[in-house]
C-alpha cells in the first residue's frame, strides 16, 4: 500500500475542498441580500409604443434571483402594468419574488405584450454542501485506485464510497437548484375543463364578456362600435395565450383600454372557469356558437 502517496493526495483534496468551499462562497455572494430590482418607465412611453417604437425600459427577460424585489416607477403619463403590478402615473410599486421559475406576465411595454421574469434559485449551503461530498467522493475513488483498484478490499471499499459519494453530490445539487422540484404549480389552471366549470363559464361570459366581445367571442357584442381600440377578437386572440396569462388578462384589464380589471367582482375559482369557457368558445365557434 502506497500510504506516503495515499496522505500526499488527501493532503492536497482537503486543501481543495477547502478552497472550493471559500471561493465558492465568494463567488455565489452568499450573504449577499436580496436585489431590489428598479425598473423605471420613462415619460412619453405610451406614445412611443404608439408610435410603433420599441421601448426598451424593461427588458423582455428579466433576471432575477429568490427573494429579489422588482421595483417598478412609473413615469410616464398613463397606467402601465407589468405582471401583477398596475402603476399609476408617478406611482412606485414592489413586488418581491418568492419562488424559482419561470414567469410569465403580461406587461403594456412590449408589443406582444409578455414580459419574462427568470427567478432563479439563491445559491444555497446544500449546493455547497453537494459540490463537497461530490469531490470526496472523487478523492476517494483516487485513493481506490492508489490502493489497488476493485482487486484489493480497501480499494474496492474505496471505489465503491467514492461513487456513493458523486452520486449524493450530484443530488444534493440538482435538489438545491430546484430542478427537482421546479414550483411552476400556481400557474397552472386548477380547474379542470369539465361541463360544470364550462357552464359556470358559460354564465360569467354571458354576463360580463358579451357586450363587448358577443355571444361567439369575435368582438362584436353590442358595446363594440362605441369601443377604441374595438375588443379583441376572441377566437384569433384566446389561442395565442397560455392560460395564466388569460387569468391575468381578466383579473387586471388591458390598462388604456375598455378592457375591465375584474379582480373586484370575480373569485379566482371564477376567472378559472372562464378561462376554460374561452377555450371551448374557441374550439367550437366555426360550429357552435352561443
Ligand atoms: C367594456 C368592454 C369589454 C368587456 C366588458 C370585456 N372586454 Fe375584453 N377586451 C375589450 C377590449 C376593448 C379589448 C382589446 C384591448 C386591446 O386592443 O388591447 C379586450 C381584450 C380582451 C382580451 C385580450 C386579447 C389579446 O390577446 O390582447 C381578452 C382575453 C379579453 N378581452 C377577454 C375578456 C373576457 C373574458 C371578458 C369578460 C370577463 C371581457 N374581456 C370583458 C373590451 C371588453
Same mark, same amino acid.
Given at each position: 500500500?502506497?500510504?506516503?502517496?495515499?496522505?500526499?493526495?488527501?493532503? !492536497?483534496?482537503?486543501?481543495? !475542498?477547502?478552497?472550493?468551499?471559500?471561493?465558492?462562497?465568494?463567488?455565489?455572494?452568499?450573504?449577499?441580500?436580496?436585489?431590489?430590482?428598479?425598473?423605471?418607465?420613462?415619460?412619453?412611453?405610451?406614445? =412611443?409604443?404608439? +408610435?410603433?417604437?420599441?421601448?426598451?425600459?424593461?427588458?423582455?427577460?428579466?433576471?432575477?434571483?429568490?427573494?429579489?424585489?422588482?421595483?417598478?416607477?412609473?413615469?410616464?403619463?398613463? /397606467?402601465?402594468?407589468?405582471?401583477?403590478?398596475?402603476? =399609476?402615473?408617478?406611482?412606485?410599486?414592489?413586488?418581491?419574488?418568492? =419562488?424559482?421559475?419561470? #414567469?410569465?406576465? *403580461?406587461?403594456?411595454?412590449?408589443?406582444?405584450?409578455?414580459?419574462?421574469?427568470?427567478?432563479?434559485?439563491?445559491?444555497?449551503?446544500?449546493?455547497? $454542501?453537494? *459540490?463537497?461530498?461530490?469531490?470526496?467522493?472523487?478523492?476517494?475513488?483516487?485513493?481506490?485506485?492508489?490502493?489497488?483498484?476493485? +482487486?484489493?478490499?480497501? %480499494?474496492? %471499499?474505496?471505489? $465503491?464510497?467514492?461513487? @456513493?459519494?458523486? !452520486?449524493?453530490?450530484?443530488?444534493?445539487?440538482?435538489?438545491?437548484?430546484?430542478?427537482?422540484?421546479?414550483?411552476?404549480?400556481?400557474w397552472?389552471?386548477?380547474?379542470? /375543463?369539465?361541463?360544470?366549470?364550462?357552464?359556470?363559464?358559460? =354564465?360569467?361570459?354571458?354576463? #360580463?364578456?358579451?357586450?363587448?366581445? %358577443?355571444?361567439?367571442?369575435? %368582438?362584436?357584442?353590442?358595446?363594440?362600435?362605441?369601443?377604441?381600440?374595438? /375588443?379583441?377578437?376572441? @377566437?384569433?386572440?384566446?389561442?395565442?395565450?397560455p392560460d395564466h396569462i388569460?387569468f391575468q388578462?381578466?383579473?387586471?384589464? *388591458?390598462?388604456?383600454?375598455?378592457?375591465?380589471?375584474?379582480?373586484?367582482?370575480?373569485?379566482?375559482?371564477?376567472?378559472?372557469? $372562464?378561462?376554460?369557457?374561452?377555450?371551448?368558445?374557441?374550439?367550437?365557434?366555426?360550429?357552435?356558437?352561443?
Open positions: 500500500m502506497d500510504t506516503s502517496r495515499l496522505s500526499r493526495l488527501w493532503g !492536497l483534496g482537503s486543501g481543495g !475542498l477547502l478552497l472550493v468551499a471559500v471561493l465558492w462562497g465568494v463567488w455565489t455572494g452568499i450573504l449577499d441580500k436580496p436585489r431590489q430590482v428598479v425598473l423605471t418607465i420613462p415619460p412619453g412611453t405610451a406614445v =412611443r409604443l404608439q +408610435a410603433g417604437q420599441v421601448v426598451t425600459a424593461i427588458p423582455q427577460t428579466i433576471h432575477l434571483r429568490v427573494d429579489d424585489v422588482v421595483v417598478l416607477q412609473n413615469q410616464d403619463q398613463v /397606467p402601465h402594468r407589468v405582471g401583477g403590478l398596475y402603476v =399609476r402615473p408617478g406611482e412606485t410599486l414592489s413586488q418581491p419574488f418568492r =419562488r424559482a421559475g419561470t #414567469f410569465e406576465y *403580461i406587461c403594456t411595454l412590449h408589443p406582444e405584450n409578455h414580459t419574462i421574469f427568470q427567478v432563479a434559485p439563491r445559491p444555497s449551503l446544500f449546493t455547497l $454542501l453537494g *459540490i463537497e461530498v461530490g469531490l470526496a467522493g472523487v478523492l476517494l475513488q483516487l485513493s481506490g485506485l492508489l490502493l489497488g483498484g476493485w +482487486a484489493t478490499r480497501w %480499494g474496492g %471499499g474505496a471505489l $465503491l464510497a467514492g461513487t @456513493v459519494g458523486i !452520486l449524493l453530490g450530484v443530488g444534493l445539487v440538482l435538489q438545491a437548484s430546484g430542478l427537482m422540484n421546479p414550483g411552476a404549480e400556481d397552472q389552471n386548477p380547474v379542470p /375543463p369539465d361541463a360544470i366549470s364550462l357552464q359556470q363559464g358559460q =354564465r360569467l361570459y354571458a354576463q #360580463f364578456c358579451v357586450p363587448c366581445h %358577443g355571444g361567439s367571442g369575435r %368582438g362584436d357584442g353590442p358595446l363594440a362600435a362605441h369601443l377604441s381600440p374595438p /375588443p379583441a377578437d376572441l @377566437v384569433v386572440h384566446v389561442p395565442q395565450h388569460l388578462l381578466i383579473q387586471e384589464g *388591458i390598462p388604456g383600454t375598455q378592457m375591465p380589471a375584474l379582480r373586484e367582482r370575480l373569485t379566482a375559482e371564477e376567472i378559472w372557469h $372562464l378561462v376554460n369557457y374561452l377555450r371551448s368558445l374557441t374550439h367550437t365557434a366555426d360550429s357552435k356558437p352561443l
